[in-house]
C-alpha cells in the first residue's frame, strides 16, 4: 500500500469502521476459512481472540522487515474498539506504508518466524 501524498506525523491512516471492517472470533472459524482470514486480516494483541478483517486496502498493508522502522504505527486513540493507525513520522508521496509490528499479535507467523498455525479459539498463548 503506498500513499500517493505526503504525509504528516500524526495523520490518521487507518481506523476501524464497523460499516466495512469486520471482528470475528476465532473459535468459530473452519481451519481454511481461519488461514484465510489471517493471511489479510490481524489480531489485535489485547483482544487475541478475535480476528478483524480490514474492507478497505488496509488489508494489504505490509510490516517492514525485521529491524527496519515502520512509518505507521497504533496510537492511544481508540475507534471501534481498535487502535487508530497513525503516521509515525513524515511519510514521502509515493512511499509504501509499513505498519509496526505490534499491531498484530500474529506477527511472528505472518513473517515465517514461526511456523505454527494456530488453532481456531488457541492463538498466541
Given at each position: 500500500m503506498f500513499t500517493p501524498i505526503p504525509l504528516e506525523p500524526g495523520v490518521v491512516l487507518w481506523c476501524f469502521?464497523?460499516?466495512?471492517?469486520?471482528?470475528?472470533?476465532?473459535?468459530?472459524?473452519?481451519?481454511?476459512?481461519?488461514?484465510?482470514?489471517?493471511?489479510?486480516?490481524?489480531?489485535?494483541?489485547?483482544?487475541?481472540?478475535?480476528?478483524?478483517?480490514?474492507?478497505?486496502?488496509?488489508?494489504?498493508?505490509?510490516?517492514?522487515?525485521?529491524?527496519?522502522?515502520?512509518?505507521?504505527?497504533?496510537?492511544?486513540?481508540?475507534?471501534?474498539?481498535?487502535?487508530?493507525?497513525?503516521?509515525?513520522?513524515?511519510i514521502a508521496a509515493e512511499e509504501e506504508l509499513l505498519i509496526h509490528p505490534s499491531s498484530d499479535a500474529d506477527y511472528f507467523r505472518k513473517m515465517g518466524l514461526c511456523h505454527q498455525q494456530p488453532a481456531a479459539g488457541h492463538l498466541f498463548n
Open positions: 469502521d464497523p460499516a466495512i471492517d469486520q471482528r470475528l472470533p476465532l473459535g468459530n472459524l473452519e481451519p481454511r476459512q481461519l488461514a484465510e482470514l489471517l493471511h489479510f486480516g490481524y489480531v489485535n494483541p489485547e483482544r487475541p481472540a478475535f480476528v478483524v478483517v480490514c474492507g478497505d486496502q488496509a488489508r494489504f498493508w505490509n510490516f517492514p522487515l525485521p529491524g527496519e522502522p515502520a512509518n505507521a504505527s497504533p496510537s492511544d486513540q481508540i475507534k471501534g474498539g481498535e487502535a487508530v493507525i497513525v503516521a509515525c513520522r513524515m
